[in-house]
């Protein structure tokens, strides 16, 4: 079944039940070059979001089945 979209912003939401994983290294420069490319002096949260997001996705694409 698909995951419920929230409409609210992600800093009036509540935290995720599963426990999250620090960014890594390359990570966390990919959030700086975002952030920079924003016009940012640093990467804020749907910075650091995105990163994590693309993370997810591209996991659950290598570890699918092929058939």
């Known amino acids: 079944m698909a995951e419920r979209r929230d409409d609210r912003p ?3 939401r509540k935290n995720p ?5 620090p960014l ?4 966390k ?3 700086r ?11 804020n949260l749907v910075d650091n979001m ?3 997001r693309k ?3 591209s996991k659950g694409a290598a ?3 092929k058939e």
Not at 24 to 27: L, R
């Open 29 to 31: 420069q990919e959030a």
């Open 33 to 43: 070059t975002r952030a920079a490319r924003a016009g940012r002096p640093y990467p």
């Open 17 to 21: 039940k599963e426990s999250s994983k």
């Open 55 to 57: 993370r997810r996705k």
């Open 63 to 65: 570890t699918r089945k």
């Open 50 to 52: 995105a990163v994590a």
């Open 10 to 12: 992600p800093w009036k």
């Open 24 to 27: 890594t290294a390359g990570e």
